[in-house]
């Protein structure tokens, strides 16, 4: 009788950890929010120079850390030299005249209109406030050309490090060109491929975990915002200006993928951050906080994800924001 009874027993747990083992796996890929679909991203600065000339100096390597306003090269500097030295040659010979013609008509001024006309004084007058204006135009050009020498050398408008550098000593250096790409490294992001059925789940400013391959500590981050925009293939125009949708409907419809960016607030130490690595991102409700038991989660999780099944509203209100 004893041994009947724990054989039923027995079976009763086998089948209940069964059960239970098939809903958690059930909730974890069709409901939780997790996606296998996460890529580290980057802003990548493409320096071009805002003058023309040769390449001189050289004073960086490929993937050479760099600071903001380090010097990456040096273009041939003699030609803006010998601009900005006749610039200056010039607005000093300009200053002279305009110093001449001021003398001149602040002299007819003081004369009285016996010993010279009005149209004289007035003439003369002209000629002065004609000469400034040369002046400050001549300052102007002086003020363009130093700045033309100072851009003979080349800087990093970021922190990061130069990628992909192929730039050599002697090649021609075309003004708005690029020529240097350069890795922001205080730019990196992560983004999240999340289903369109996973998105009822997760909220801006979520917790959010990325495990890259290959690196067992997550990288720690949080939902920074959702794309609202992924294109359509069926609004396509074609001919006429006609949408041009495809009249082939499967049966069996994948759930569309959006991407979610996530901010990174931590690194583990020695894990690297490369554009273009995979990741596993995980988010972790908000709501659940440190304060709640692993059963209250998972119990949180099931109620959530079986509220969305059988047609009741799983969605956080206010989660991701839309314009008032």
Request: charged share 20%; with cysteine; aromatic share 6%.
């Amino acid at each position: 009788m004893v041994r009947v009874l724990l054989r039923k027993l027995a079976t009763a747990g086998i089948a209940t950890v069964a059960v239970l083992g098939a809903v958690l796996t059930w909730d974890l890929y069709n409901a939780a929010p997790w996606t296998r679909d996460g890529s580290v991203r980057v802003q990548v600065a493409n320096v071009a120079p805002q003058i023309s000339g040769q390449i001189t100096e050289l004073r960086v390597v490929d993937n050479q850390f760099v600071h903001k306003g380090d010097i990456l090269y040096v273009i041939e500097p003699f030609d803006f030299q010998v601009a900005l030295r006749a610039y200056k040659a010039s607005l000093q010979q300009k200053m002279a005249d305009r110093d001449v013609k001021n003398l001149q008509s602040e002299r007819r001024q003081r004369l009285t209109d016996l010993a010279v006309s009005t149209e004289e004084k007035q003439t003369y007058q002209a000629n002065a406030v004609q000469a400034a204006a040369v002046v400050d135009a001549a300052q102007e050009q002086v003020k363009q050309a130093e700045i033309n020498l100072q851009r003979t050398e080349v800087r990093s408008p970021v922190n990061g490090y130069v990628t992909n550098l192929l730039l050599r000593v002697g090649n021609y250096a075309a003004q708005g060109t690029s020529n240097i790409s350069i890795v922001d490294t205080d730019s990196f992001w992560i983004d999240g491929y999340f289903e369109e059925t996973k998105l009822a789940r997760l909220c801006v400013g979520d917790r959010a975990e990325a495990k890259l391959m290959g690196y067992s500590a997550p990288i720690i981050g949080h939902v920074a915002t959702v794309t609202r925009g992924v294109s359509v293939s069926n609004a396509a125009a074609a001919t006429q200006g006609l949408p041009n949708v495809d009249p082939v409907y499967t049966w069996v419809r994948l759930a569309q993928r959006v991407p979610v960016r996530i901010a990174i607030d931590k690194v583990p130490p020695g894990v690297p951050l490369v554009s273009g690595l995979t990741a596993t991102v995980t988010i972790r409700d908000g709501r659940d906080g440190e304060s709640k038991t692993l059963l209250q989660r998972m119990s949180a999780d099931l109620e959530r994800s079986f509220a969305g099944l059988f047609g009741g509203d799983p969605a956080r209100p206010g989660c991701i924001p839309n314009p008032s």
